[in-house]
């Protein structure tokens, strides 16, 4: 039942917009209609933007008390609401902070671009290129900051984690999409054993697969020396999207000794060849 002192239209997503947030910019995203509404994905996609922003936020209030240069980069950015959002809540007057959006599709890196010039988010860069690819990216700096992904599908998380490792990444904050992956795999492994049975339903398989991938997504930041922190991003609908991991560089290398054994051995207990699974390579 409405509540009646619950707010309506216009004034409801006010109480939904954080203060210091531009609502023209929201307007020109498209979360807020041109009367300045929100219709149900826009509330959702919002609501998450801003969770993943307030578990962020004293990473980046670290971050941006430094004089050297900081760079972020979003990865799968799709049309770059977090990367918008974080530059109109903290990075208008940071002036010794850049931030990345690497996304393959052309149309939502054109737009972003656009809307980047109109908003005068002149320290906000574009990359149309696959995550996997854009390491080689001379414009990219070495040495990352702050690695995001939200919702990047699939094994493009991974892609991600990898991404983020490569640079050295002080922090990567990940929060994975739907994963398919693994259940493929956990579907063709030949096992009598009883375990089986929490994956032998096709929708468990979707389930377990996912949560066996994050498991093993921890592990593998672990054993690559990162401190490692899961939550829940918001108690909303979508619970297999709903998972925030994230991963802080700590220097300590009998922990990092330790993880790797935790990872291997987790590897070995359901042996499928997956990007997380620990291999002799690593
Ligand atoms: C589910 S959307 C999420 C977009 C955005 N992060 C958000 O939460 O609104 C995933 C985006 O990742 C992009 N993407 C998928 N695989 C990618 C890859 N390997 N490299 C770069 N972008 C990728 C897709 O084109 C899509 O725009």
């Known amino acids: ?29 498209h979360i807020l209609t041109r009367d300045g509404t929100m219709n149900s994905d826009s509330r959702r996609k919002l609501k998450q933007v801003y969770h993943l922003v307030s578990f962020i936020e004293p990473i980046l209030k670290e971050l941006l008390k430094r004089e050297q240069p900081v760079n972020i980069v979003d990865v799968g950015a799709g049309k770059s609401y977090l990367g918008f959002i974080l530059y109109d809540l903290f990075l208008k007057d940071a002036t010794n902070v850049k931030i990345w959006a690497i996304e393959t599709r052309h149309d939502l890196v054109e737009k972003s671009e656009k809307l980047a010039s109109q908003f005068k988010f002149d320290r906000m860069k574009f990359i149309n ?43 990567i904050v990940l929060v994975p999409c739907c994963q398919a992956e693994m259940a493929e795999k956990l579907k063709a492994l030949p096992s009598t054993h009883a375990i089986r049975e929490l994956w032998a339903h096709p929708h468990h398989r979707r389930e377990f697969g996912s949560h066996l991938t994050n498991v093993l997504r921890g592990l593998k930041l672990e054993s690559s020396g990162y401190k490692v922190r899961v939550t829940e991003l918001v108690g909303w609908e979508h619970s297999m999207k709903n998972e925030l991991i994230v991963a802080s560089e700590l220097d300590n290398k ?29």
């Open 129 to 171: 290129e696959k995550i996997s690819d854009s390491n080689s990216k001379s414009e990219l700096p070495k040495k990352l900051d702050l690695v995001l992904a939200l919702h990047a599908c699939d094994t493009a998380t991974d892609d991600a984690i990898d991404f983020g490792l490569s640079s050295r990444a002080e922090h």
């Open 254 to 282: 009998s922990y990092v000794t330790e993880a790797r054994k935790r990872w291997k051995s987790m590897s070995e207990q359901i042996p499928v060849n997956t990007r997380t699974s620990f291999t002799t390579k690593d």
């Open 1 to 29: 039942m409405t509540s009646r002192t619950e707010p309506k239209g216009e004034s409801k997503e006010k109480s939904e917009i954080r203060e210091g947030q531009s609502v023209e910019l929201l307007k020109a995203l």
